[in-house]
């Protein structure tokens, strides 16, 4: 009896810690995705270095239809959490020099309705290292920090090329992190930090984001749930391609029943 008092009072207390942390991080809704263990060791080169590269990792939801984003992320000598991105701008296959990828990261998951020092963000211009550019939030917006290290702490190629995502040529791009330097860590928000990603074309002057918000207000960032699992047979791209094979078998059939319904 005792022994059951004292377990209630400790769920009580648990609750008491954990609800109001839960309830003031703010996110905008419906933007969740899952960052699984790789199951396939990625190859920062821009492109898909094979046809199963990226099969190992989630496509989120309520993705715009001109762009796809995935991550997965693999544990190092046990030591190093590296993360790996995949981004592929369908509509865009122009080389500018304003074309851009960027990366906002909560670390913390604080939210809030602007930058904090908790939050990075990554700008990726004009296709070339030369256009990147590291910041920090200073608590109303966005300062510039040069304490990291290319290639170690980050790593980002992107090519012009065709994908088993897509045939016509576009932009692709892959992105290293090193979540092990205290700039990428993410373990204060138990590996479930908000998140947004956005590219820009600047010949079609189109701006595509996930999610559609502002990248200053980290309570509008969606948010990645990290785990040690792999991800989910039912969720890789090949059944993903299957079932939608079945799908449209489905629809053509169903077309094809219409006009005789109709008459009914
Ligand atoms: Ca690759
Ligand atoms: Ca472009
Ligand atoms: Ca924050």
Redesign the pocket.
């Known amino acids: 009896m005792k022994r059951s008092v004292l377990v209630a009072f400790s769920v009580i207390v648990l609750c008491g810690i954990l609800l109001p942390t839960a309830l003031v991080n703010a996110q905008y809704p419906g933007y969740e995705t899952t960052n699984y263990s790789a199951l396939e060791e990625?190859?920062?080169?821009g492109?898909?270095?094979t046809d199963t590269?990226w099969t190992d990792a989630m496509t989120p939801p309520n993705l715009d239809e001109a762009f796809l984003w995935r991550e997965k992320w693999t544990y190092i000598e046990s030591t190093y959490i590296y993360e790996y991105f995949l981004i592929e701008f369908f509509t865009d296959a122009t080389e500018d020099a304003g074309d851009y990828f960027q990366l906002c990261i909560d670390l913390d998951a604080l939210s809030g309705d602007a930058p904090q020092a908790d939050d990075i963000r990554v700008d990726w211009v004009g296709h070339d290292v030369s256009g990147l550019t590291l910041y920090q939030g200073d608590g109303s917006g966005w300062v510039e920090f040069t304490d990291y290290t290319w290639e170690t702490d980050i790593y980002i190629v992107d090519t012009l090329t065709s994908t088993p995502e897509n045939g016509d040529t576009h932009w692709v791009i892959?992105v290293f992190m090193d979540r092990t330097n205290p700039i990428f860590d993410v373990s204060a928000s138990s590996y479930q930090p908000l998140i947004r990603l956005a590219v820009y074309d600047e010949s079609a002057d189109t701006l595509v984001a996930w999610p559609p918000t502002s990248r200053d207000v980290p309570s509008d960032w969606g948010r990645e749930y990290g785990t040690t699992e792999n991800i989910p047979e039912s969720l890789t791209f090949v059944t993903a391609a299957l079932l939608s094979s079945v799908a449209v078998v489905v629809s053509c059939y169903l077309l094809r029943r219409r006009p005789k319904t109709e008459k009914n």
């Open positions: 990625c190859v920062v080169d492109a898909w270095t590269e892959e």
